[in-house]
């Protein structure tokens, strides 16, 4: 992401969630997250079967086959970071810290409560 920022000219100090140590804690994450998607099923390999073994990994297989069955019937490509426009419509500090509106009525102020 940092290239396509830089490929349109968006110096990256403007950006509030700009961190130094990006990209390497993307990396860290996604590896967190492959590691902790493989490793919940573990189990299934001491003691074997199909059922269980399809409970703990059939995420895997059916979050790739709805990814490339959509970019083959939607015939969309993979963006590579320098062709994101990553300025347009992005609304800054100011607009996203909205301030507040009180709840009106009981329901408002329940759901205030519990959300």
């Given at each position: 992401?940092?290239?396509?920022m830089k490929a349109q000219g968006f110096?990256?100090?403007?950006?509030?969630?700009?961190?130094?140590?990006?990209?390497?804690?993307?990396?860290?994450?996604?590896?967190?997250?492959a590691f902790f998607t493989l490793v919940?099923?573990?189990?299934?390999?001491?003691?074997?079967?199909?059922?269980?073994?399809?409970?703990?990994?059939?995420?895997?297989?059916?979050?790739?086959?709805?990814?490339?069955?959509?970019?083959?019937?939607?015939?969309?490509?993979?963006?590579?970071?320098?062709?994101?426009?990553?300025?347009?419509?992005?609304?800054?500090?100011?607009?996203?810290?909205?301030?507040?509106?009180?709840?009106?009525?009981?329901?408002?102020?329940?759901?205030?409560?519990?959300?």
């Open positions: 992401m940092d290239r396509g110096d990256l100090k403007k950006n509030a969630y700009n961190n130094r140590m990006q990209p390497y804690v993307a990396y860290w994450g996604i590896f967190w997250t919940t099923g573990l189990e299934v390999f001491f003691d074997f079967t199909a059922a269980e073994f399809l409970t703990s990994y059939i995420n895997i297989p059916i979050f790739a086959v709805l990814y490339i069955g959509y970019k083959v019937y939607k015939r969309t490509k993979i963006w590579q970071p320098e062709e994101m426009d990553f300025v347009t419509g992005i609304p800054t500090l100011e607009e996203t810290d909205a301030p507040k509106i009180p709840p009106k009525n009981g329901w408002e102020k329940f759901a205030n409560w519990l959300f």
